[in-house]
């Protein structure tokens, strides 16, 4: 039989804290997390304290808890090696060197968008400053992933969202925004017209396996250089990509 007394508590009980935040799927409060791990109140208070220290977990204003910013950066190394990842790697390299602009492939992380993985086109003559997270509201990706909500979780999401403008373009009335994401829902395509940086824009396309949606893809590059290139061009290439990984997935 295995010796409990050599392995270290801590670490067994940190890790069911982990798992029940993961399969809670939405944030989850001590209250919650005692019951579900069956550990008391006070330990997993203190365990949680010490993981939002290091950023791994963090505390909403409900004061219920989510995966933090530095479990993101786990997830992307270990996305890195993923399925989905291998599989549109190579068909990513192919557009950049037909298109000559960046493609990017994220997954839906905490009503944000995760970005799994960018291969970079030609260079930005402005300064963009890229991020492994975006919100859903003003990107393109992120508004692919609000067309695949129910209708309920899109009310939740415009009713909850703080609409922060980035730019004179960011969309901050739910309403409109909630017609875009509806037209997105029909075409299966969306836009970030310089709603997240000034001179950026981007065009999303949903993915899929075996017909449900894990996760996104979007062509992103200076407006006047897409407009040169031709919309229709890249627009038919986006959809193209999204529909070859979509395939061999």
Not at 95 to 114: A, C, H, M, P
Not at 155 to 174: C, D, G, H, S, W
Request: aromatic share 10%; glycine share 4%.
């Amino acid at each position: 039989m295995t010796d409990d007394a050599s392995y270290n508590k801590t670490v067994i009980n940190t890790f069911k804290i982990l798992d029940a935040i993961s399969n809670a799927h939405t944030a989850i409060g001590v209250s919650e997390l005692a019951k579900t791990t069956g550990l008391p109140k006070t330990t997993v208070f203190r365990l949680l304290r010490s993981l939002e220290y290091v950023r791994v977990v963090e505390k909403n204003d409900q004061q219920c808890y989510h995966f933090g910013a530095k479990i993101i950066t786990y997830s992307q190394n270990f996305e890195r090696q993923s399925l989905l990842v291998q599989t549109a790697l190579p068909l990513m390299k192919q557009f950049v060197k037909e298109v000559k602009e960046n493609i990017s492939i994220g997954i839906l992380y905490n009503n944000l968008v995760l970005y799994l993985h960018s291969e970079k086109g030609e260079r930005f003559p402005l300064q963009v400053n890229l991020y492994p997270i975006s919100p859903l509201y003003c990107s393109s990706m992120g508004k692919i992933f609000l067309s695949n909500f129910s209708p309920a979780a899109l009310t939740n999401y415009l009713t909850a969202q703080k609409f922060t403008p980035r730019t004179v373009n960011t969309i901050v009335n739910p309403q409109i925004l909630r017609a875009e994401v509806l037209r997105a829902q029909t075409s299966k395509i969306a836009y970030d017209n310089e709603e997240y940086e000034y001179g950026l824009t981007c065009i999303g396309v949903p993915l899929y396996q075996q017909s449900k949606m894990i996760a996104a893809a979007s062509v992103s590059g200076p407006t006047s250089r897409l407009k040169a290139r031709g919309w229709d061009f890249i627009t038919e290439k986006i959809i193209n990509f999204g529909h070859q990984v979509s395939q061999r997935l």
